[in-house]
Every structure is written in C-alpha cells, then in structure tokens.
C-alpha cells in the first residue's frame, strides 16, 4: 500500500503473531485506502484526505457490528497514521487504542520547502495528477531483502505521487498539528530516530499533546522508517511493544471475560483494524 503499499501490510500482519511468548490468535481487519494495494482509485491521488479517513470510519463501523464486545484497535503507519490519528480525532470512542508507527505529522523542511509547497498547490489545481514526488525506498528500512520485496511488489505502486494528494496530505499534516490536544483515544506511537522520511518531531507533538493519560511513545535507535519493517531484533522488539501494549489494554478492560475466554491464561483474540500507507 504505502502509496500502493502492499508488501508491508502483509509482512505486518504475519510477522505480529508469534511477537509474544503468549499464544496470539489475532482477528484481523486490513483496509487498503483508495489509489492503495488492491483497492480501487487512481494510483496515489485523492480529491479529499476525508475520503481516506471516512473510509476507515466505515471499515471500523463494520468491524465493530460484525464483533460485538471485542475492542477496536487501529494501526496506522507513514500517512496511515495521518489518517489514523484523524480518524480517532473524529470518533474518539470508536476506538480501544490507537497504535501509530512513524506518522506523518511535521512534514520534513527539505520537501516542505515554501516553493516546493507554492509549487504543488499549483499543480494539484492546474493538473492534480502530475508527479511531485517519489518514494526513496532506500529509507524505508535497513534490512534490504524487505526492501527489495517491496520493490519488486507488483501492487506498490512505485510511480510519483500526485500534487493533489501532496497538498491533501499537507493539509492533514496541518489540521492534525492545529487539533492534536483534542486527541482522547488511548495511544501508542512508534518510531525510529534515523527515520529521514517523517520527522520524530511530530510523532513526539502528538505525545506530548493529547489530551489522554494512557499514552506511550517508544523511540527506537538506528531504526529508519518501517520499524517493523526492519532487520531484527529491532523488529521483533517493535512487535512486541505492540501485542504487549493492546493485550494489557484488553485486560485492563475486562473484555477477557465476556468475549476473551480469559486473556490471562488462554490464547489472545485483537480485533485489529490495519491503516498503512507511505508519505
């Protein structure tokens, strides 16, 4: 998916089982954003970032009523976690927990430049469509095998990102920078200090920021951009940061006893809603 990302979310979605000495059974909802993966749309363009979010609201809706009594976390990485964060911002008890990994939040200065921005927002009026930027797959992770399989994914979409969804995604970036005290969901943000692709700084804004006491943020050394994307241990380290935080929340909620069949001493079931997309 990650603008056509597909490679990742499946290696997410594989990779968390076994994150944990506990047996995991996971319910897994994936939803791949329009223009992304398998879904429809033109490659990496939008009219409206709300479409993205709204298409998250809709997708946990449907989770939600299909599961009743099983708690709701979303994961959003890269500019999923943009549409993540606005999602809960949205709806702040749609959600038992909100996990975000390296969210696009401050754009980085040498993209955001004021003639590459004045640029943009010219072209996603006079011709939304055009290339603006391409995705240095190179800081995605240091461990080069996943990143050639991203490469070689037929469904990443490797082409340059349109204008428009630049200056929607700037927008997005903006509005969450104006609103993130409003954010009330319970919280884990993820990132790795070497990550050249999203700046540490926004992901550190929203932690400092929401308004919500159960907050944790997890800063990784050496890691780039996917930190569960990354070579190992770093990796295994990310996966279980994540299991470990949603099963304490599941716990903590007493969800084990109605829906769980003891969370405690029996296998786990997350009901988990994937949100992932690149910058």
């Not at 298409?55 to 946990?60: I, K, P």
């Not at 943009?120 to 095998?145: N, Q, W, Y």
């Not at 990132?191 to 159960?214: E, F, N, P, R």
Request: charged content about 20%; glycine content about 8%; proline content about 5%.
């Amino acid at each position: 998916m990650g603008d056509g990302e597909n490679t990742a979310i499946q290696y997410r979605q594989d990779t968390l089982e076994g994150a944990t000495t506990r047996p995991l059974q996971e319910l897994q909802g994936a939803e791949q954003n329009i223009g992304h993966g398998q879904s429809q749309g033109y490659p990496a363009d939008i009219k409206s970032f709300d479409e993205y979010v709204q298409d998250v609201l809709q997708h946990a809706d449907k989770m939600r009523a299909a599961n009743p009594g099983i708690p709701l976390f979303v994961f959003g990485q890269s500019m999923g976690g943009s549409v993540t964060i606005l999602s809960a911002l949205e709806r702040p008890t749609l959600f038992a927990g909100v996990i975000v990994s390296a969210p696009g939040i401050i754009p980085a200065p040498e993209s955001a430049t004021t003639f590459r921005v004045l640029a943009a927002k010219a072209l996603a009026f006079f011709a939304p469509r055009a290339g603006v930027a391409r995705i240095e797959t190179h800081m995605l992770s240091r461990d080069t095998a996943k990143v050639k399989a991203f490469e070689e994914d037929p469904l990443v979409f490797h082409g340059r990102v349109c204008a428009r969804l630049a200056v929607q995604l700037m927008s997005a970036m903006e509005r969450i920078q104006r609103e993130v005290h409003n954010f009330r969901t319970p919280l884990l943000a993820l990132h790795g200090d070497q990550d050249k692709m999203a700046l540490i700084d926004g992901t550190k804004l929203l932690y400092q920021h929401a308004s919500v006491a159960d907050k944790q943020m997890k800063i990784y050394p050496g890691v780039y951009h996917e930190p569960l994307f990354e070579l190992e241990p770093d990796a295994q380290t990310a996966r279980r940061d994540i299991v470990t935080w949603v099963a304490e929340r599941i716990q903590a909620g007493q969800y084990q006893h109605d829906t769980l069949e003891g969370a405690a001493t029996q296998p786990l079931q997350e009901l988990q809603g994937a949100e992932q997309n690149h910058i």
